[in-house]
């Protein structure tokens, strides 16, 4: 049975720097990716790869995970 495919939570890894201290503001001053896109990927949406890119850069040294750590969601599960 193949593996259930999965993609970047970018919702969690937004909620995971907002934990830390960063709203929107901060992490598009510090990504520089427009607080516009980051609205939309919090919603869902899929960021192009050098902003996805750069925002797990900025989510691994800002909790000092390793990029490979980065979480991960099954985009046909269910979350309320």
Same mark, same amino acid.
């Given at each position: 049975?193949?593996?259930?495919?999965?993609?970047? +939570?970018?919702?969690?890894?937004?909620?995971?720097?907002?934990?830390?201290?960063?709203?929107? &503001?901060?992490?598009?001053?510090?990504?520089?990716?427009? &607080?516009?896109?980051?609205?939309?990927?919090?919603?869902?949406?899929?960021?192009?790869?050098?902003?996805? +890119? &750069?925002?797990?850069?900025?989510?691994?040294?800002?909790?000092?995970?390793?990029? +490979?750590?980065?979480?991960?969601?099954?985009?046909?599960?269910?979350?309320?």
């Amino acid at each position: 049975m193949p593996a259930a495919p999965t993609r970047v +939570d970018w919702f969690r890894i937004l909620d995971d720097l907002k934990r830390e201290g960063y709203g929107l &503001r901060e992490i598009a001053h510090f990504t520089h990716i427009p &607080r516009t896109n980051l609205h939309r990927y919090r919603c869902g949406a899929e960021p192009m790869y050098s902003n996805g +890119d &750069r925002l797990i850069g900025f989510w691994a040294q800002v909790t000092e995970k390793n990029r +490979d750590d980065v979480p991960m969601v099954n985009p046909y599960s269910y979350r309320a």
